[in-house]
């Protein structure tokens, strides 16, 4: 059973900062991307970072330059570092993970990032 689960969110102020840890479990085919998406109340779900299978990253524009995504070595845990943080990044945020074989993907039940202004 795949599961993943994620970490680390809570209340900050504007300006702070957080890290977001997902860790996976259950599953035994290769990888092909890791990512953080977000969905804020009212609004759309959007994808707020990615890490490909060969290493590649990338961000939504309002991002970057303030968060990084990273993952470990056996690639069983996924980041996503949070700095700067702004009242407009209030959202649950939640993991994804996309599979080689049959372009499976998986999701976690998110955790709640709220930014104080």
């Known amino acids: 059973q795949v599961q993943l689960v994620e970490s680390g969110g809570g209340l900050v102020q504007a300006g702070g900062s957080l890290r977001l840890s997902c860790a996976a479990s259950?599953?035994?085919?290769?990888?092909?991307?890791m990512a953080w998406y977000r969905q804020a109340p009212g609004k759309e779900r959007e994808l707020v970072a990615s890490?490909?299978?060969?290493?590649?990253?990338n961000y939504v524009d309002s991002v970057k330059g303030r968060f990084t995504i990273s993952r470990d070595a056996a690639w069983k845990t996924v980041y996503l570092q949070m700095n700067s943080l702004k009242a407009e990044d209030t959202a649950v945020y939640y993991c994804?993970?996309?599979?080689?074989?049959?372009?499976?993907?998986?999701w976690g039940k998110g955790t709640q990032v709220t930014v104080s202004s």
């Open positions: 890490i490909s299978r060969g290493g590649s990253t």
């Open positions: 259950g599953i035994i085919y290769s990888i092909n991307r």
């Open positions: 994804n993970v996309g599979l080689t074989v049959r372009g499976d993907t998986f």
